[in-house]
Each structure stands twice: as C-alpha cells, then as structure tokens.
C-alpha cells in the first residue's frame, strides 16, 4: 500500500509541478533552456522504451508522465527559451544522438541506461551552467516536485535492479543538485 501511495505521489507531484513551471513559461518569468529539455525528452523516451522491455513500475510510469511534461516545455522553449544555441548546446546535442546511435546497437538494457545517465548529464550541465548565470529564470518548485517524485518513483519501484531505478535514481540526485544551485545562486545575487 505505501509502495503504490509512494508511486501515485510521484506521478502527481511530476504533473503538479510542472504545471506552474509551464504557467511561468507562458508569463515570461521561467525561460527554459533549450537543447536541455530536448536532450531530457529524448532520453527519457529512450529510458522509457528500455524499462517497457524490462518491465513495469512506478518508475516507468513517472518516466512516462515526464515525457509528457519535457515534451510540452521544449516545445515552448522554441518560443520562450533562454539565450542563443552556443557550441556547448550543439556538442551536448550531438553526444546525445551518437549516445542513442549507441544504445542501438548495443541492445542491452543495462547499457543502455548506463548510456542515458552519461548524455543526460550533457543536458544537465547546461541546466546547472543557465541556474549559475540566471537563477531566477527557473521555477524552483518545479524542480523540487520532479525532484521529490524521482525520489518517490525510485523508492516505490521496489527494486534494485539498476535498469529499473537507475535512471530514475540519477534523475532524483540531478533534480536534487539543480534546487540546491538554485537556492545558493539566488541567495548569493540578493546579497
């Protein structure tokens, strides 16, 4: 019972928590970084398609829920995003293709999650490099929620089995990683 509450609430806070990052978009106050969320949308995809091979958990349903909400947010991030595509956002890019071309050929789920985790740092490190310019461009209870939902999702997978958790535990440890830079940043630039 705890279990399913724990995989319930991860999926909730995912979708709850990105509602506001989604108004804030919309209203100018957040700006996404683009090659970021593209990268996270199709690693996520990836991630999902490798657990569907698996098989299926709380994790696979906050990846699921996630591709929706990463989908929709670098799409807007066309429109609204922050800065200018640098030569770092078409390298961290680029890494991701070749990582996907990667995991194609590998065909190991094991692997391939190992895959995931290194090219989603490429989308990571932009996130961490625009909160360390622009701190106030993100909206920090989004990231907390999808923080506390991978937390959630690892826990209710009920499982040690690195192709089910370890993305999703990554992605609690990176979400986690981005609300601490976002706080110290923004109490650093209100001195």
């Not at 800065?83 to 956002?89: K, L, Q, T």
């Not at 078409?90 to 890494?95: A, E, H, I, M």
């Not at 989004?142 to 690892?154: K, Q, R, V, Y």
């Amino acid at each position: 019972m705890l279990l399913t509450i724990l995989g319930l609430s991860a999926v909730i806070l995912q979708v709850g928590g990105f509602l506001p990052y989604i108004r804030d978009i919309l209203i100018g106050k957040t700006k996404p970084e683009r090659a970021s969320f593209w990268i996270f949308s199709l690693l996520t995809s990836v991630s999902l398609v490798v657990q569907l091979s698996d098989k299926i958990s709380w994790a696979t349903a906050l990846l699921a829920t996630s591709l929706l909400t990463l989908l929709t947010i670098a799409t807007l991030s066309i429109k609204y995003g922050y800065g200018s595509f640098h030569m770092r956002d078409t390298l961290s890019v680029l890494f991701a293709i070749m990582g996907v071309i990667l995991w194609q050929l590998t065909s190991q789920p094991l692997i391939a999650v190992s895959i995931v985790i290194l090219i989603d740092l490429s989308g990571v490190w932009l996130i961490l490099l625009k909160v360390w310019e622009a701190p106030q461009t993100e909206t920090l209870f989004a990231w907390a929620a999808g923080a506390l939902a991978a937390t959630f999702a690892t826990i209710a997978a009920q499982s040690l089995d690195p192709v089910q958790i370890g993305f999703i535990g990554y992605s609690a440890i990176a979400n986690w990683l981005i609300v601490i830079l976002i706080i110290y940043r923004r109490k650093v630039l209100d001195r």
